[in-house]
């Protein structure tokens, strides 16, 4: 599987893909985890403590404060698996683990088969490295 850390980290939890591409800047509440943007075909899924799968962010250089806010308050997803590399998101998570210490992996997927693939499993872990991306299935 090949793959590029834009986040270095560890987490582990359940996979949730999104349909479409989520703005965390008004689609998205850091108090409840939960996608609030009505017109998301997720609306409502709550995100916290997910391995998040979705192509790509959508938007508004805001969004970064928000998901650095949700990784402080707990309510983040574990980690975030893009298939398109996005700084915005990448940002976010960046300084929460400089500010807070708290690690959000984000990670590029370079294969759209991969990246099904991962959207399949019911939970995953990841270990984003600066060498290396290592996603495997819990035992």
């Given at each position: 599987m090949s793959a590029r850390a834009l986040v270095h980290g560890r987490a582990a939890g359940p996979v949730l893909r999104l349909d479409d591409p989520?703005?965390?800047w008004g689609g998205f509440d850091s108090a409840s985890g939960k996608v609030i943007d009505r017109f998301h075909p997720q609306?409502?899924?709550?995100?916290?403590?997910?391995?998040l799968l979705m192509e790509r962010g959508r938007g508004s250089?805001?969004?970064?404060?928000?998901?650095?806010?949700?990784i402080r308050l707990g309510t983040a997803p574990a980690a975030i698996l893009l298939l398109d590399p996005d700084a915005i998101i990448a940002t976010g998570a960046l300084v929460a683990q400089m500010l807070y210490g708290i690690d959000c992996p984000v990670v590029a997927m370079n294969d759209r088969s991969d990246w099904q693939a991962l959207a399949a499993r019911a939970r995953i872990t990841i270990e984003a490295g600066p060498d290396a991306v290592r996603i495997t299935e819990p035992a």
């Open positions: 989520l703005s965390f609306h409502g899924a709550c995100l916290s403590g997910a391995i250089s805001s969004g970064a404060s928000v998901l650095a806010e949700a």
